[in-house]
Every structure is written in structure tokens, then in C-alpha cells.
Nanobody
């Protein structure tokens, strides 16, 4: 059974950093494209970053140069390093596992990130 559990969210001042973690259970990284999405109040959920098994990374334009997605194969954890945070980064951040070929897509429960002075 696949489970995704996010942690690391919280309150940060503009310009500061946070690192989100997504602990996975039942995920074989080679079977999924792993990603982070976010949803701000009254807005649609949007892609933040994705990471394929072979290491290809994709970022939303709004976070390029500030956020870095990575993973630890031992332990099965996905990370999102967020630097130079801005108020517009405020959102609930979700971990996502999308199958490469076929099967179900999985979501975590989300972790709140608030950027405010």
C-alpha cells in the first residue's frame, strides 16, 4: 500500500528557507514520477517540481532557481528545498507519485507553508 506523508512546513519570513520532506511507503521510485504540487487559497492546485527516476527535474517558472527537488533512495524520502521564499509561495504543499506507465496516482495529505513577515 502506497502512503505519502509530508512534513517540514511552517511559518517563514520572506527570504528565508524551508525544506519539505515526503516519507514514502510502498513506492518504488523507478515506477513513478515524483513531484511536489501546491494549492494556495482560492486557487487551483499547481505543479511545483517533478523528478524522474533517471534524475530529470522539471520546475514551475515561479520557483526556478529557488527550489530544488531531490530524493534519498535509501529510506524512500522525497525533498523540496525552498530558498528565498516569497509571500506568494504561501500554500499547502502536496507530495505526489504519478505512475510512469499505468496505475493509480497518489497524494499526501499536504503540509502548510506560510511566508509572511
Amino acid at each position: 500500500q502506497v502512503q505519502l506523508v509530508e512534513s517540514g512546513g511552517g511559518l517563514a519570513q520572506p527570504g528565508n528557507s524551508l525544506r519539505l520532506s515526503c516519507a514514502t511507503t510502498g513506492v518504488t521510485f523507478s515506477w513513478y514520477v515524483m513531484g511536489w504540487y501546491r494549492q494556495a487559497p482560492e486557487k487551483q492546485r499547481e505543479l511545483v517540481a517533478t523528478l524522474t527516476f533517471n534524475g530529470t527535474r522539471n520546475y514551475a517558472d515561479a520557483v526556478k532557481g529557488r527550489f530544488t527537488i531531490s530524493r534519498a533512495d535509501i529510506g524512500g524520502t522525497l525533498y523540496l528545498q525552498m530558498n528565498n521564499l516569497k509571500p506568494e509561495d504561501t500554500a499547502v504543499y502536496y507530495c505526489n507519485a504519478r505512475p510512469v506507465t499505468w496505475g493509480a496516482t497518489y497524494w499526501g495529505q499536504g503540509t502548510q507553508v506560510t511566508v509572511s513577515s
